[in-house]
């Protein structure tokens, strides 16, 4: 299938992973790749300082601590807003490099103090692994506000791909459970639907960089053979949106998780949350690797303004 993709975008086609991931084997392939696709990309450079540490949070009930790293600007306000970072990966794939650079740039345009996550993997670890993972380093930040210099008030969580429906699964379960209230979640080109039947999932079996094929490993993958899918594992799935954070959710047009972006923010708009949705054309899942092409450009700028307004910036 032909695809009418940005012209900025096609000559790095060559470099981004575009075979289908269909077993453990071409799994730790791509992962030992990671690499070399980071090394082609020039990294951020701050234009203010940014404190940068890594440490470990506790994990969830009778599992091990989970590796964060914050990021904390240099002359922020005090308290500043904060962000729980999920990176992507295809709950399969990634880590705290991998969005180290775009993380850091947040970090410096926004003045927000950071804490981005390193959730376990499946297929080693299924769900629930990575969002309770995801959702102790929640709880973490929210309890440790004061330390960390962030205002508790001003707590949002946003991530993209994978990360972006762990960031819904989050959201979900700290409505849930009564944990840390979030003022916004920021839902970039997120993964949210298990059941693979949206038009754009259907169609879209050999698109660059992410496909259906990959879909279907990713979610195998992730749910360790589960017939009963839990919505905090497939957000999609949920069936009251009700009393969830403002959101802003992003979807590219060549990739198949389109259409379940589109429904999530439809959704929500329906319960009654404030949602905002932005499609981007010529592009495809993780185009924004090429920070150079001007689509890109815009898809940064507007999660910046959209984070600016959700934590509520001022400055």
């Known amino acids: 299938m032909s695809y009418a993709i940005d012209p900025e975008l096609l000559p790095w086609l060559d470099m981004l992973p575009i075979g289908p ?6 799994l730790l392939a791509t992962r030992a790749g990671q690499s070399d696709l980071l090394s082609a990309i020039p ?52 880590d705290l490099e991998m969005f180290h650079s775009p993380v850091l740039r947040m970090a410096d345009e926004l003045g927000v103090v950071i804490v ?22 929640l709880v973490w930040t929210a309890a440790k506000a004061d330390e960390l ?15 972006g429906g762990l960031a819904a699964g989050v959201a979900l379960l700290a409505r849930d459970r009564g944990g840390p209230r979030l003022c916004f979640q920021l839902l970039g ?15 879209y079996v050999d698109t660059p960089l992410w496909n259906r094929p990959n879909a279907i490993f990713s979610w195998a993958s992730y749910l360790g ?19 969830l954070p403002p ?24 319960a009654g949350v404030q949602a905002e949705l932005r499609l981007y054309p010529g592009t495809f899942h ?29 400055g």
Do not use: W
Not at 45 to 59: A, I, K, L, M, S
Not at 225 to 243: C, E, F, K, N, Q
Not at 287 to 310: C, H, K
């Open 21 to 26: 991931i269909t077993d453990h084997e071409k």
């Open 43 to 94: 990294p951020y450079e701050p234009v203010n300082p940014v404190d940068v540490r890594d440490t470990t949070v506790p994990g969830p009930a009778d599992a091990p601590d989970v590796p964060v790293r914050i990021y904390t600007p240099a002359g922020a306000e005090h308290p500043a807003p904060g962000l729980l970072y999920i990176h992507g990966g295809g709950f399969i794939m990634g």
């Open 116 to 137: 981005s996550v390193d959730y376990r993997l499946a297929p080693e670890h299924p769900f629930p692994a990575g969002v309770e993972d995801c959702y102790a380093a």
């Open 149 to 163: 210099g962030i205002d508790p008030d001003r707590i949002g969580v946003a991530g993209e791909s994978a990360g």
């Open 189 to 203: 080109i997120p993964e949210l639907d298990d059941r693979l039947d949206t038009e754009s999932m259907r169609d």
């Open 225 to 243: 053979g589960a017939t009963d899918v839990s919505p905090y594992a497939a957000p999609a799935r949920a069936t009251d949106l009700s009393g």
């Open 247 to 270: 959101a802003f959710v992003t979807v590219c047009q060549f990739d198949p998780l389109r259409d379940e972006g589109i429904e999530y923010a439809r959704r929500l708009s329906h």
């Open 286 to 314: 993780g185009s924004s690797l090429v920070e150079n092409a001007a689509v890109s450009r815009r898809m940064f700028a507007d999660e910046i303004e959209a984070l600016r307004r959700g934590l509520r910036i001022t």
